[in-house]
């Protein structure tokens, strides 16, 4: 039977020997394309299989560590205690930087795996490059983790307690959020091997953009839900009731997202019109790029986050030289090879493939905008040694103003014709979407009292995309135009893709009204309340009753008590706390949220003041719970598109007489 000690040492061997496999996978498929040795070639469809084995033999045996309590691993006695609960020494693993890292290579070498797996219908040439691509960067950071963040190190002796994971993270917000978007951002990297060997081949056509999009959509879908998730995870942990505040980490995986969803729908303009190539394959780039721009961010300690663990310059360094190494190295390349790609179709302004350059257009300059508040105040001190901070000031008056051109454009595209379309016509079908937008905006007005034009003509977007969209799904199945059994034919055949589009784009309409409901209309309170004493806030009557002790598996809690009532309704409790965790010595706020309808009424506690006073933040956010339920809905028809059976069979495998000559790696 293997020990505690023993698996630590296999999961150290393991990494090495997918080290060894990665090399093997990102050279000896191109050698054999140089050589035209399909032996070689060959090599590519089982080493990724081979090094996903290891790397998860590797990942398993730190996690046995871990649920065992395993203090002479370092990162075990670090990151983990004894009396902590189950989950949470499991959601350890990936709860610190050595863990993160791991996991970050495990879900690359899954991606990588899945390609060589489910590949078949790829040429050879293609599927070996691209494999060979995954090989580099799994090679990379396989590097990274031996070199600078060894997650199997050993302490001599081993301590008898660990030092616990960070407070904050011991929550399961934050055993869904980080595997959720890392397969986002690792995700990117297939579509990026797909552009480098693209470019490395000199080929490029539609079957490229039907290979990269279900790969791309897969990862924008996880990578949605993962941002969702550490926005709810935020606003109901960090006690400040807030969803989303422009941090440099929350940025760090916003960017890739907004690029993302350019190539996505750039993608699409390829795979049926053949155009935007060039445009295409550098998206694809880019989108990975700020992927590892991301992981720099976070994981090289330029930046003090609860998100960012490393502190070692050395590791900053070796992620910047990655960072250098790839992006540097694809943009170069694409410098060198674009020009002899051929160039795609023409088409008029008016028509789809106008609508979604337009779509790009907007979603780029909103990525770089991001990208420029991000980066400046890092750029400024490393340059002049000045802080500055870039907060939502800034990005709220040059990132919005972005995406209100792009919101009301959205409902137009789907119904606009490929290569010329009639704007007219569009406008006409459109009209129904219009009339409800106008109403919502009227009928928030007048409830609103009559303050304030902005915010419900932005409420009313929302309602513009949700009705735009159903207006594009009453248009595919011909609605009231046909007997009723035609449209639900219709309907039964419309392609996922299609009804996945309509949901997204709904979902996004969702999010608007969420987001313009809480931001505008909220209501909020700060008192110090005493036992007995109550505070008012949207109707609602907050009172306190005091505070209780409780004491949890490894943290001492100060509970609050609240009676809230509003008129004669039933009165229901709420109990915000204070939370004190005695290994690490620290403190979180656990907020107090009440559902009422799509609204909550939040509370929290703030520092107790002599005689038994507490601080109270009471809050009423209007329409709040959509923003996620809006995110929800939008992965849910990115899934659905996903499951189209043209996006899961891909591109249908050339015959062998058309198999292209290998050519020089």
Same mark, same amino acid.
């Given at each position: 039977?293997?020990?505690?000690?023993?698996?630590?040492?296999?999961?150290?061997?393991?990494?090495?020997?997918?080290?060894?496999?990665?090399?093997?996978?990102?050279?000896?498929?191109?050698?054999?394309?140089?050589?035209?040795?399909?032996?070689?070639?060959?090599?590519?469809?089982?080493?990724?299989?081979?090094?996903?084995?290891?790397?998860?033999?590797?990942?398993?045996?730190?996690?046995?560590?871990?649920?065992?309590?395993?203090?002479?691993?370092?990162?075990?006695?670090?990151?983990?205690?004894?009396?902590?609960?189950?989950?949470?020494?499991?959601?350890?693993?990936?709860?610190?930087?050595?863990?993160?890292?791991?996991?970050?290579?495990?879900?690359?070498?899954?991606?990588?795996?899945?390609?060589?797996?489910?590949?078949?219908?790829?040429?050879?040439?293609?599927?070996?490059?691209?494999?060979?691509?995954?090989?580099?960067?799994?090679?990379?950071?396989?590097?990274?983790?031996?070199?600078?963040?060894?997650?199997?190190?050993?302490?001599?002796?081993?301590?008898?307690?660990?030092?616990?994971?960070?407070?904050?993270?011991?929550?399961?917000?934050?055993?869904?959020?980080?595997?959720?978007?890392?397969?986002?951002?690792?995700?990117?990297?297939?579509?990026?091997?797909?552009?480098?060997?693209?470019?490395?081949?000199?080929?490029?056509?539609?079957?490229?953009?039907?290979?990269?999009?279900?790969?791309?959509?897969?990862?924008?879908?996880?990578?949605?839900?993962?941002?969702?998730?550490?926005?709810?995870?935020?606003?109901?942990?960090?006690?400040?009731?807030?969803?989303?505040?422009?941090?440099?980490?929350?940025?760090?995986?916003?960017?890739?997202?907004?690029?993302?969803?350019?190539?996505?729908?750039?993608?699409?303009?390829?795979?049926?019109?053949?155009?935007?190539?060039?445009?295409?394959?550098?998206?694809?780039?880019?989108?990975?790029?700020?992927?590892?721009?991301?992981?720099?961010?976070?994981?090289?300690?330029?930046?003090?986050?609860?998100?960012?663990?490393?502190?070692?310059?050395?590791?900053?360094?070796?992620? /910047?030289?990655?960072? +250098?190494?790839? &992006?540097? #190295?694809? !943009?170069?390349?694409? *410098?060198? $090879?674009?020009?002899? @790609?051929?160039?795609?179709?023409?088409?008029?302004?008016?028509?789809?493939?106008?609508?979604?350059?337009?779509?790009?257009?907007?979603?780029?300059?909103?990525?770089?905008?991001?990208?420029?508040?991000?980066?400046?105040?890092?750029?400024?001190?490393?340059?002049?040694?000045?802080?500055?901070?870039?907060?939502?000031?800034?990005?709220?008056?040059?990132?919005?103003?972005?995406?209100?051109?792009?919101?009301?454009?959205?409902?137009?595209?789907?119904?606009?014709?490929?290569?010329?379309?009639?704007?007219?016509?569009?406008?006409?079908?459109?009209?129904?979407?219009?009339?409800?937008?106008?109403?919502?905006?009227?009928?928030?007005?007048?409830?609103?009292?009559?303050?304030?034009?902005?915010?419900?003509?932005? /409420?009313?977007?929302? +309602?513009?995309? &949700?009705? #735009?969209? !159903?207006?594009?799904? *009453?248009? $595919?199945?011909?609605? @009231?135009?046909?007997?009723?059994?035609?449209?639900?034919?219709?309907?039964?055949?419309?392609?996922?893709?299609?009804?996945?589009?309509?949901?997204?784009?709904?979902?996004?309409?969702?999010?608007?009204?969420?987001?313009?409901?809480?931001?505008?209309?909220?209501?909020?309170?700060?008192?110090?309340?005493?036992?007995?004493?109550?505070?008012?806030?949207?109707?609602?009557?907050?009172?306190?009753?005091?505070?209780?002790?409780?004491?949890?598996?490894?943290?001492?809690?100060?509970?609050?008590?609240?009676?809230?009532?509003?008129?004669?309704?039933?009165?229901?409790?709420?109990?915000?706390?204070?939370?004190?965790?005695?290994?690490?010595?620290?403190?979180?706020?656990?907020?107090?949220?009440?559902?009422?309808?799509?609204?909550?009424?939040?509370?929290?506690?703030?520092?107790?003041?002599?005689?038994?006073?507490?601080?109270?933040?009471?809050?009423?956010?209007?329409?709040?719970?959509?923003?996620?339920?809006?995110?929800?809905?939008?992965?849910?028809?990115?899934?659905?598109?996903?499951?189209?059976?043209?996006?899961?069979?891909?591109?249908?495998?050339?015959?062998?007489?058309?198999?292209?000559?290998?050519?020089?790696?």
């Amino acid at each position: 039977m293997i020990g505690t000690f023993s698996i630590a040492e296999l999961g150290h061997y393991a990494l090495v020997l997918a080290l060894v496999l990665m090399l093997v996978q990102s050279t000896v498929p191109l050698l054999g394309l140089y050589w035209r040795d399909q032996r070689l070639v060959a090599v590519s469809g089982s080493t990724p299989i081979a090094g996903f084995v290891l790397v998860a033999i590797a990942f398993a045996a730190l996690t046995a560590a871990y649920v065992a309590s395993d203090f002479s691993v370092r990162n075990v006695w670090e990151n983990s205690h004894s009396a902590k609960p189950m989950l949470y020494k499991v959601t350890g693993v990936w709860g610190n930087h050595e863990g993160s890292m791991l996991l970050w290579v495990l879900i690359l070498a899954l991606f990588g795996a899945l390609v060589a797996a489910f590949g078949a219908n790829l040429p050879s040439t293609l599927r070996a490059r691209v494999i060979a691509v995954q090989g580099w960067i799994g090679t990379a950071f396989l590097l990274f983790v031996l070199l600078t963040s060894n997650p199997f190190e050993r302490l001599h002796p081993p301590p008898l307690e660990g030092r616990d994971l960070n407070p904050i993270l011991q929550d399961i917000g934050l055993a869904i959020h980080p595997p959720l978007l890392y397969v986002g951002y690792v995700g990117f990297s297939i579509a990026f091997a797909f552009a480098v060997a693209a470019l490395m081949e000199r080929r490029i056509d539609a079957a490229w953009a039907r290979w990269v999009r279900p790969w791309t959509l897969a990862a924008w879908v996880f990578l949605t839900g993962g941002i969702a998730m550490g926005s709810y995870w935020a606003y109901y942990e960090l006690g400040w009731g807030g969803w989303w505040f422009w941090d440099p980490v929350e940025n760090a995986s916003f960017m890739p997202w907004l690029a993302g969803t350019a190539l996505l729908h750039s993608a699409v303009v390829m795979e049926k019109r053949g155009a935007l190539k060039v445009w295409t394959i550098l998206l694809a780039i880019l989108t990975f790029s700020l992927s590892l721009l991301g992981t720099f961010l976070v994981r090289s300690g330029v930046l003090t986050s609860v998100h960012a663990f490393a502190t070692d310059p050395s590791r900053g360094v070796f992620i /910047l030289a990655i960072l +250098v190494a790839f &992006i540097g #190295g694809a !943009l170069a390349l694409f *410098a060198w $090879r674009a020009p002899d @790609l051929k160039q795609g179709g023409l088409f008029a302004p008016i028509s789809r493939e106008g609508a979604l350059v337009f779509n790009n257009l907007f979603l780029v300059t909103a990525t770089a905008t991001v990208l420029i508040g991000t980066l400046y105040p890092l750029a400024l001190e490393a340059v002049t040694g000045q802080k500055i901070s870039v907060g939502a000031p800034f990005f709220n008056l040059t990132f919005g103003p972005l995406m209100v051109p792009l919101l009301m454009a959205l409902p137009f595209g789907p119904l606009l014709a490929w290569k010329r379309a009639d704007l007219y016509g569009a406008t006409q079908r459109l009209g129904v979407a219009m009339i409800a937008a106008l109403v919502a905006a009227v009928i928030t007005y007048v409830v609103a009292g009559g303050k304030g034009v902005l915010a419900p003509l932005a /409420l009313g977007l929302g +309602v513009w995309l &949700i009705a #735009g969209s !159903l207006v594009d799904l *009453a248009e $595919r199945i011909q609605l @009231l135009r046909a007997p009723a059994r035609t449209s639900w034919a219709r309907f039964v055949g419309l392609p996922r893709s299609a009804i996945g589009t309509v949901v997204a784009h709904a979902g996004i309409g969702v999010m608007v009204i969420g987001i313009v409901g809480t931001t505008a209309y909220q209501t909020e309170e700060i008192v110090s309340l005493s036992p007995g004493e109550s505070v008012d806030v949207a109707g609602y009557t907050l009172l306190f009753q005091g505070m209780s002790p409780v004491t949890g598996p490894n943290y001492r809690e100060d509970r609050g008590q609240f009676l809230a009532s509003r008129g004669g309704a039933e009165p229901f409790s709420m109990t915000p706390s204070k939370r004190f965790y005695m290994a690490r010595e620290m403190a979180t706020t656990e907020a107090a949220i009440e559902t009422i309808g799509f609204s909550q009424l939040y509370v929290s506690l703030g520092d107790e003041i002599e005689g038994g006073t507490v601080a109270v933040r009471a809050s009423y956010k209007p329409l709040v719970t959509l923003i996620w339920l809006g995110a929800l809905v939008t992965s849910i028809g990115g899934t659905l598109s996903l499951t189209d059976r043209r996006l899961r069979i891909g591109a249908p495998k050339p015959a062998a007489a058309r198999q292209p000559k290998a050519a020089s790696a």
